[in-house]
């Protein structure tokens, strides 16, 4: 399996090394899976114009960068438009394209022309056979590596659900599926932040085992209480050990039925 795991956003070099050092630690236990540590190096979507949403970009990438070459590791960053791919594409292994941008063909191409491996999320709003759309896209600007996100769907206000039928169908697709844990559980804009029940995050995730996604993307902090982002989906970073394990532990019993 692909595992994509950090910190929701790079808020200090102490948080991303400790968050890195951790997960590159569990994750060196399971060589046969694929680890990617991510960070976001700005948070462009906030609900507020009060909330946090970086230190500085190349701060922030330098950051990333340092730890994945401190712990060996593949890195991943979002971007936000089309000018910033060529300079996160300097930093990090993977671009990803945000599930509110899925739809913006000059990101998904400016991403493509990097040659990097792209991960569309999918939009909020789209059904899961449209990202077929948005592969082409990324296939038509010359990326040869394309995956794609299952993040939960809008159900009215402030609230997500997740159709595990859309792991299906974009795996039907033709391209590796990747399900987020924790954006799945999220509240969008409850109050001056977002909110979320991270205590659904196992359990959904042990459910999309179930049906086959080729990888888990999880976000984690070593005390979420004061995380800037995210406080309420993100998990605690000493519980990423046995999450993971039970992951993998489920995902053995399908590979060897």
Not at 36 to 55: E, H, L, M, P, W
Not at 95 to 103: K, N
Not at 176 to 195: F, K, M, N, R, W
Request: aromatic share 10%; proline share 3%; charged share 25%.
């Amino acid at each position: 399996m692909i595992f994509i795991a950090g910190p929701c956003l790079a808020e200090s070099r102490d948080i991303v090394m400790e968050t890195a050092e951790t997960l590159a630690g569990i994750f060196s236990e399971y060589p046969e899976h694929r680890f990617i540590f991510k960070a976001s190096y700005r948070k462009a979507n906030r609900t507020s114009a009060d909330s946090f949403s970086g230190v500085g970009d190349e701060t922030a990438l330098t950051w990333i960068k340092d730890a994945g070459e401190k712990y060996k590791v593949e890195t991943l960053t979002d971007i936000h438009s089309a000018e910033e791919a060529g300079l996160a594409a300097r930093y990090v292994s993977i671009l990803q394209i945000p599930a509110f941008l899925a739809r913006q063909t000059d990101i998904i191409a400016a991403a493509a022309k990097t040659g990097l491996t792209v991960n569309i999320k999918k939009g909020q709003f789209m059904a899961a056979e449209d990202m077929a759309k948005a592969a082409k896209k990324a296939i038509d600007f010359g990326a040869k590596d394309i995956w794609l996100t299952e993040r939960g769907t809008f159900f009215g206000y402030h609230d997500l659900v997740v159709d595990f039928r859309n792991i299906l169908i974009m795996k039907s697709l033709g391209y590796p599926v990747i399900y987020d844990a924790t954006h799945s559980v999220q509240q969008p804009s409850l109050g001056e932040c977002s909110g979320g029940k991270r205590e659904f995050a196992r359990q959904l995730a042990l459910a999309s085992v179930a049906c086959r996604v080729d990888g888990i993307f999880f976000e984690t902090h070593p005390n979420p209480a004061k995380a800037l982002c995210d406080s309420k989906t993100q998990l605690p970073l000493n519980t990423v050990k046995e999450f993971v394990s039970d992951i993998i532990a489920l995902n053995n019993h399908f590979e060897n039925r």
